[in-house]
């Protein structure tokens, strides 16, 4: 019998060869070998007869996670599309320090027609008799990852002790970065008008709102959100203070906080120039803690920017919880709904455990609000003359209770 053997497209022309290079942020001292690698392995690849160079792919961030670098996926996504047959690296630890993705892109590129050569270990994928030690060097590879991430974390936990911190790309709005120093900018004016507003009563919305009319951006250059004026009530940078490590750190290999882990965070008072003044920041948080606890007990009347002029203000009568507004259908069948709200201690409750009180329609409940208040039925709500006088609102069996 004869076999007729047909090569494969790949192999009717010269192999293309491409390069891998990285060079990891966890080590300064590497930077300047990294055009040192591009140019190596140009020269290499240019100088073999039998090689047509198919170029060269490289990141300059951490190798922990391929996901992470785009010159790494494009050359797995070129190699799968048949632009590359080979690639040289220096070591395992270039390719990848994750044992987990280092083995799985290795066995796809293998079972492409795709080889890797790592130089430092002398390992060509090609060879059948490489898969026990490759397995064993990308084992020890990714070992050598989280020593370095663990001495990385050390170091940062040293210098947060002795109050050192680097700002790095963290920028602070309304700050700017001098000799390693915070020093107010342009828009500290920003922040005193956003802490203002606040403890004038406004809601986030209403700030973000304001902030958007006066054309004023955060950094990203895009208009101040509510949870970003949240952040900026927060920040204990604007009052002078810093807080370190904030934050549980990241796991070395996912680059998520590790949560069960213990730290320690270090606060140092009095540590920049403030852009507002300590009694203003006192109050500030007080009213977040405030406007917390009613969040927690029902009343969301500042939760991003609901401002219904009833939250706060109504009652259970029957267990004294807060009653929340609700959207309702009028029935299982129908799809029209309506407003509605009902008792906190009701809602919660399990397996009839909860308060008997149940729900109050809000336009009959408006209906009742205004009656007591001596104005007719069919007449527009007095929202403001509401909010001034009626301190709060008691829903019971009985009836609607205002009291002033």
């Not at 709904?337 to 909860?354: D, F, I, P, S, V």
Request: contains cysteine; aromatic residues 12%; neutral net charge.
């Amino acid at each position: 019998m004869k076999f007729t053997y047909i090569p494969r497209t790949r192999d009717l022309h010269k192999k293309l060869v491409a390069s891998y290079c990285r060079v990891s942020t966890l080590l300064d001292n590497q930077e300047d070998s990294f055009d040192t690698q591009v140019s190596y392995y140009t020269k290499l690849i240019e100088s073999n007869p039998e090689w047509e160079f198919a170029g060269i792919y490289s990141d300059e961030k951490s190798g922990t996670k391929a996901d992470n670098r785009p010159g790494f996926q494009q050359m797995i996504r070129d190699a799968l599309e048949g632009k590359i047959d080979y690639i040289l690296v220096k070591s395992v630890s270039r390719f990848s320090r994750n044992m987990v993705d280092c083995q799985k892109y290795v066995d796809l590129l293998h079972g492409n027609g795709v080889d890797v050569r790592f130089e430092k270990e002398n390992l060509d994928t090609s060879d059948p008799s490489c898969s026990m030690m490759f397995s064993f060097l990308a084992t020890i590879s990714q070992d050598e990852s989280h020593s370095i991430s663990e001495n990385v974390k050390w170091a940062y936990r040293e210098r947060f002790k002795s109050g050192k911190y680097n700002l790095g790309s963290n920028r602070v709005f309304g700050y700017d970065s001098e000799d390693g120093k915070l020093v107010p900018n342009e828009y500290a004016s920003a922040i005193r008008a956003i802490f203002k507003m606040f403890l004038d009563g406004k809601s986030f919305t209403q700030i973000a709102d304001e902030m958007k009319i006066e054309d004023i951006c955060g950094r990203n250059g895009r208009p101040l959100t509510v949870p970003g004026i949240i952040y900026i009530l927060e920040n204990e940078t604007y009052v002078g203070d810093k807080l370190l490590q904030k934050r549980a750190p990241k796991n070395f290999l996912t680059k998520q906080p590790e949560t069960i882990v213990k730290f320690e965070s270090y606060y140092l008072n009095d540590d920049h120039e403030p852009i507002i003044d300590r009694d203003t920041w006192n109050q500030a948080q007080a009213l977040l803690e405030t406007r917390r606890n009613d969040l927690e007990n029902g009343n969301v009347r500042y939760h991003f920017g609901r401002t219904h002029f009833l939250f706060g203000k109504v009652f259970c009568a029957e267990c004294g919880s807060p009653m929340t507004r609700r959207t309702l259908r009028h029935s299982s069948k129908s799809a029209e709904t309506y407003k509605a709200w009902e008792c906190r201690g009701h809602h919660l409750g399990k397996k009839g455990n909860g308060c008997k009180m149940r729900i109050i329609s809000e336009t009959k409940l408006l209906e009742q609000i205004s009656i007591q208040m001596g104005y007719p039925e069919d007449s527009e709500f007095p929202v403001d003359w509401f909010l001034k006088e009626a301190k709060h609102v008691e829903v019971g069996h009985e009836g609607v209770i205002v009291n002033f």
